[in-house]
């Protein structure tokens, strides 16, 4: 049923690496209908609590698998977030599947459809409107409550394309 992990390096980042890089955990023990997953990467920079990061890759040993901002993509971008801010060239878990509290800069509401843009620090309406509730290729996930700011959103666990804007 998956990798074991102490659950509290969810939300404590480590300046040593204590899993392997693109490891991913599910928490089964969350009583959430979707689990939340999360994937093991190392901060390309300093990353911001519920700030949307890609996961991406590098050549650099022991820097195999890391965020970076989001940037344009024909499709399958892995983003997620932390929970916890990030010191530059720590070792954290993303979540990038379930309920989650992600930074949103426009204003969504319970239902929406929501995508990141290039260079985004935050959420998007999917389509640029409220009542964005059809499902598209950018869709990173769809929001529990609204407003602007942390917001609770079911992320989709999926590849997505991230638009240019």
Known sequence: MGISID???????????????????????????????????????????????QVSYSNTVGSEVISK??????????????????????????????????????TVAAGDFVEVLNAGTGLKLDGGVSGSTAEGATSLGIAVTAGTGAQTIVLSGKGVQIAAS
Do not use: M, N
């Open 7 to 53: 659950k509290d390096d969810l939300t404590r980042p480590s300046s040593e690496r204590k899993y392997s890089l693109g490891e991913v955990y599910v928490d089964y023990s969350s009583t959430d209908a979707i689990k939340p997953k999360y994937v093991y990467v190392k901060s390309h920079g300093a990353l911001t609590a519920s700030q949307p990061y």
């Open 69 to 106: 901002a989001p940037a344009t993509i024909g499709s399958g971008a892995c983003v997620g977030v932390s929970s916890v801010a990030v010191t530059s060239g720590y070792y954290a878990w993303l979540q990038f599947g379930g309920k989650a509290s992600v930074l949103c800069t426009d």
